[in-house]
């Protein structure tokens, strides 16, 4: 069943400030149109608590007790894509089941009223327990422990999903999940991660809602293995056999994307950053992806600017505590600009934002988002 909540706690500074600037920037405003779906990106899947420890010095050791300097807590699992979506002005609709413990109804107001996501086809589970996972990040990289009961027995994602301009997906090796051959029927377009084969089969075959799909993007492992090319760029070409788009992540080399359709071929590389905390990034680069192709945006800029919100999100701590909103977008392109001795060059390939980021969505960059979020008791 679908529950409402009420608030527990003052409601974190940074999830309200995401509503607002979700509100205020909608870069498909140009495009929409009467009769239009009401969602702009659709997904399902599993919402964990995520308790992230910050500021530790060196990874914990056997037998001692290690106290980190700065701790945060926000949704995570899908909740990670679904937040940094809608921080970027697109109206998302999330289907997920909520544990109805304390822990559930953070992430429920955290998303429904900090993010304003619609949770509609959402519900939350009597009995159920919330998954969480702690992370420990030190030394650019991070440790996770999660904890979770089985999951609900009923699927989360509806018979029937509400109509989406997109809907993103997580493909699982041998399995086909329902909803997205009927939203691809509806003329939502689907954009499809995936997971490590855990099997070891790497079978295009054992991905049959491939077909339903307009894009894939994978990591440069994965395309290999799945195309057995030795080459992550002849992957994602091989990849067009199966799907229009392929875009292929190359860590620290950027990405590589490939349009079948229009015959457009793209590769930009990293922005090189300091990077303190990976998590998520993955499902930023996904959303930034997504926003620039539902607006229509030719191949590198979608390219360059899902790269430009990854390499922002792991400046921050956590998952939805990193996703950049335009604010950070926009802070950092007058900041890149005013900086002395840039490559001239490379910053053209960024001028597209020019014409996007609003001057009074101004803010300091880059922000530490990562605070005790769950919240305090109100007074009286």
């Known amino acids: 069943m679908t529950s409402s909540h009420t608030l527990t706690g003052e409601e974190p500074e940074h999830l309200t400030q995401a509503g607002r600037r979700q509100a205020q920037v909608d870069p498909l405003a140009a495009l929409r149109e009467p009769g239009d779906p009401p969602w702009d990106v659709y997904l399902t ?62 992430c429920w107001d955290a998303l429904a009223q900090g993010e304003g996501i619609d949770l509609a086809a959402s519900r939350t589970v009597p009995g159920w327990h919330s998954p969480v996972t702690v992370s420990m990040a030190y030394e650019g990289e991070r440790t996770m422990v999660s904890h979770g009961h089985e999951p609900p027995p009923e699927e989360p994602a509806p018979d029937c999903p509400p109509r989406a301009r997109a809907a993103v997906a997580s493909l699982t090796p041998g399995r086909r999940a329902p909803w997205i051959a009927q939203a691809a029927r509806e003329g939502t377009r689907i954009f499809a991660d995936v997971g490590w084969d855990e099997t070891g089969a790497w079978d295009l075959a054992g991905l049959p809602d491939l077909e339903h799909c307009e894009a894939f993007l994978p990591n440069a492992e994965e395309a290999k293995r799945y195309t057995g090319a030795d080459c992550p760029r002849l992957a994602a070409h091989a990849l067009t056999e199966y799907v229009p788009v392929a ?97 001239r060059a490379a910053l053209r390939r960024y001028a597209f934002l020019d014409r996007l980021v609003p001057e009074e969505l101004d803010r300091p960059w880059p922000l530490r988002r990562a605070v005790p979020t769950i919240g305090f008791r109100r007074s009286g």
């Open 45 to 106: 899947g599993t919402v964990f608590l995520d308790i992230i420890f910050t500021g530790l010095d060196s990874a914990p050791v056997r037998g001692t007790e290690s106290w980190a300097r700065g701790m945060g807590s926000s949704p995570g699992g899908v909740a990670n894509m679904a937040s940094a979506l809608a921080r970027l002005g697109l109206r998302t609709s999330l289907a997920a089941a909520f544990g109805d413990d304390h822990y559930g109804e953070y």
């Open 247 to 343: 875009v292929v992540t190359l860590g620290s080399e950027g990405a590589y994307a490939v349009d079948r359709r229009t015959g457009e071929a793209a590769e930009v590389p990293a922005i090189a950053v300091e990077a303190l905390d990976p998590t998520g990034a993955g499902d930023v680069f996904v959303a930034g992806f997504v926003t620039g192709s539902l607006a229509g945006w030719p191949l590198a800029d979608r390219l360059a600017f899902a790269g430009l919100t990854a390499a922002l999100s792991v400046q921050e701590f956590g998952g939805s505590l990193s996703a950049p909103g335009w604010s950070e977008i926009g802070a950092w392109w007058r900041r890149v600009q005013s900086v002395e001795g840039q490559d």
